[in-house]
Structures are given as structure tokens and as C-alpha cells.
């Protein structure tokens, strides 16, 4: 079993649509966790990171974790067709020399 | 300019043949890292350098060397190629200290091992 997992979709959504992104993971240890977006023929770009559990907004993103349930999620308010991208979870324990990223959900946000 | 290049971009290789992917950065930082990325796994780390005289194994280093001419030069050898090292590989750097700081990737590499 991975130590993260992330359904790798694709997700097909309308503009306007929220949309829900989750990883589960099993490391207790992990403390930190990211968002990074990568559209095609890119590099993966961070969107956001989290410490520990809460929500953390930033505009129309949203990120959640829930470390009792080992859980996290990233929702995407009022999609837009540049959202279209794969969205790669990450996360590291305190001393962050690695990240420990899922597999990747690709989204697509129809106009 | 792009902050991190990769070259090639592009390389076909046959079976056994060495072949050496190379990142160079402009963002000054002293961290640097390669990985893979295949579908359905994310990027998986190969290799990590903290600075032009650390480097560390990654999750996944077995058929690969690295190499840190400077700070702002690593390479990524494949020594010997095989078929189950065709993947997409990327180059990042952070800067150093905090758990928090962003990696900037590269552009990435398609490897093809025939």
C-alpha cells in the first residue's frame, strides 16, 4: 500500500462547479501538506500548503486536513476551464527533507 | 528566462547506453532535487542535495547517480539504461532551511529507454 493515495480520475466537472480533491495517507508522522497543480507538458507549481490540521483559504481555493481521519482535501470554488489540470497532493514530517507526494487526480472543467 | 532548465527535453536511448539529464537553476538556492514521475505514482525523489558538498538518496536511487558541479548545476546518470526507467523527470530547487519553503520545478525531461 502507498503511503499516499489519490484517485487519479479523471474528474469531469461544468464551469461554475465545486469541485472536491482528497488524499488519504498512513504516516502518522506527516505534519506539513501541499497542493501543487500541474497542467500538461509543466512542471508541478505549489498552490498552497497546510500545517498540521485546520482549513486554509486562498481565493477560490480551499485546504482541508483532518489528521485524526488522516484525510485531505482541496476544494476548488466557481471552476474555471484553466482550472483543468492534475492536482498532486504532498506531505512531510517536521524535518521536511522529503516530500511524499499521491499519484495525481487529473481534473477537467468543462466551458 | 525560465528559473529552472532541464536538458533535454526530449531523449530516445537504447538499452545500456549511459545518458545524463541536466538541470541548471538562476533562483540561487542551494537545494536541489530529481524526480520521477510515472503514471498513476506521482514524482517519486532519486536524489537530494543541500548543498554543492551533500547528497542523499532518495526513495528510489538504484541506477542512478548524481552529480553537483555547482550550486547551481545537478545532473541526473542513468549509468546503464533500462526500458523500466522510461518516465518523465524533474528537476527542483528550494531554498534551504524551512520545512515550508517552495520546490520550483522544472520543465521536465521525457526519458524513453527502448
Known amino acids: 500500500q502507498k503511503e499516499v493515495e489519490q484517485d487519479p480520475g479523471p474528474l469531469s466537472v461544468p464551469e461554475g462547479a465545486i469541485v472536491s480533491l482528497n488524499c488519504t495517507y498512513s504516516n502518522s508522522a506527516f505534519q506539513y501538506f501541499m497542493w501543487y497543480r500541474q497542467y500538461s507538458r509543466k512542471g508541478p507549481e505549489l498552490l498552497m500548503y497546510t500545517y498540521s490540521s485546520g482549513n486554509k483559504e486562498d481565493g477560490r481555493f480551499t485546504a482541508q486536513v483532518d489528521k485524526s481521519s488522516k484525510y485531505i482535501s482541496l476544494f476548488i470554488r466557481d471552476s474555471q476551464p484553466s482550472d483543468s489540470a492534475t492536482y498532486l497532493c504532498a506531505m512531510t514530517n517536521n524535518a521536511g527533507n522529503m516530500l511524499t507526494f499521491g499519484g495525481g487526480t487529473r481534473l477537467m472543467v468543462k466551458p | 528566462d525560465a528559473d529552472v532548465t532541464q536538458t533535454p527535453r526530449n531523449r530516445i536511448t537504447k538499452t545500456g547506453k549511459r545518458i545524463m539529464l541536466e538541470c541548471s537553476q538562476t533562483k540561487g538556492h542551494d537545494r536541489m532535487y530529481w524526480y520521477r514521475q510515472d503514471p498513476g505514482l506521482g514524482l517519486r525523489l532519486i536524489y537530494y542535495?543541500?548543498?554543492?558538498?551533500?547528497?542523499n538518496k532518495g526513495e528510489i536511487s538504484d541506477g542512478y547517480s548524481v552529480s553537483r558541479q555547482a550550486q547551481a548545476k545537478f545532473s541526473l546518470s542513468l549509468e546503464s539504461a533500462i526500458p523500466n526507467q522510461t518516465a518523465l523527470y524533474f528537476c527542483?530547487?528550494?531554498?534551504?532551511?524551512?520545512?515550508?519553503?517552495?520546490?520550483?520545478f522544472g520543465p521536465g525531461t521525457r526519458l524513453t529507454v527502448l
Open positions: 527542483a530547487t528550494s531554498a534551504n532551511g524551512r520545512v515550508t519553503d517552495t520546490q520550483y
Open positions: 542535495s543541500f548543498d554543492v558538498k551533500d547528497i
